[in-house]
T-cell receptor
Framework: AQSVTQLGSHVSVSEGALVLLRCNYSSSVPPYLFWYVQYPNQGLQLLLKYTTGATLVKGINGFEAEFKKSETSFHLTKPSAHMSDAAEYFCAVRGGSNYKLTFGKGTLLTVNP | SAVISQKPSRDICQRGTSLTIQCQVDSQVTMMFWYRQQPGQSLTLIATANQGSEATYESGFVIDKFPISRPNLTFSTLTVSNMSPEDSSIYLC???????????FGPGTRLTVT
């Protein structure tokens, strides 16, 4: 079984400030981890993924995430928020070869001018 | 990455009727997935559709309510049957990437049942 917990359903930051969106997971097997972004009235776009290898992964739009096995975390960060980053962000996990993706409840990011 | 289109993009339907949602991919894929995203909620997997076999449904979803077709490697349909207001959601299809790690999502179909 696998699950995802996203801390904070709503995060608000100022433009230029650090973005930190938290994700903790549970998985009975080594996980594959993903962050997706959903802009209003659109589908989901993959931001980044961790499968194996380097634990710090870089994605599109300046986002990055670090896989910390000891903390079962996969937090998403961006050094400087931009207005265009305002969207809903979903963390997801799959248990290795098991294709099933389990999503967190999402975090709505608001960027204030 | 795959390019996925869905039709319709949105619809408003009366309770008791059915709606069929189409999902088209620009490349051949083995596995296609259908998700539901209820208002303000996360995504929940409805079923997995492999070409040439019956769809596999997740707990809480049944074939009579959500029949799925997968006639070839680039196309699938999901029907929402005998709709009620509780079926008002965004329905998304997705496909697995070539390397089998991530899933790519279509733009979704926004369904409102009145």
């Amino acid at each position: 079984a696998q699950s995802v917990t996203q801390l904070g359903s709503h995060v608000s930051v100022s433009e230029g400030a650090l973005v930190l969106l938290r994700c903790n997971y549970s998985s009975s097997v080594p996980p594959y981890l993903f962050w997706y972004v959903q802009y209003p009235n659109q589908g989901l776009q993959l931001l980044l993924k961790y499968t194996t290898g380097a634990t710090l992964v870089k994605g599109i739009n300046g986002f990055e995430a670090e896989f910390k096995k000891s903390e079962t975390s996969f937090h998403l960060t961006k050094p400087s928020a931009h207005m265009s980053d305002a969207a809903e962000y979903f963390c997801a996990v799959r248990g290795g070869s098991n294709y099933k993706l389990t999503f967190g409840k999402g975090t709505l990011l608001t960027v204030n001018p | 990455s795959a390019v996925i289109s869905q039709k319709p993009s949105r619809d408003i339907c009366q309770r008791g009727t059915s709606l069929t949602i189409q999902c088209q991919v620009d490349s051949q894929v083995t596995m296609m997935f259908w998700y539901r995203q209820q208002p303000g909620q996360s995504l929940t997997l409805i079923a997995t559709a492999n070409q040439g076999s019956e769809a596999t449904y997740e707990s809480g979803f049944v074939i009579d309510k959500f029949p799925i077709s997968r006639p070839n490697l680039t196309f699938s349909t999901l029907t929402v049957s005998n709709m009620s207001p509780e079926d008002s959601s965004i329905y998304l299809c997705s496909v697995e990437s070539g390397d089998g790690y991530e899933q790519y999502f279509g733009p979704g179909t926004r369904l409102t049942v009145t």
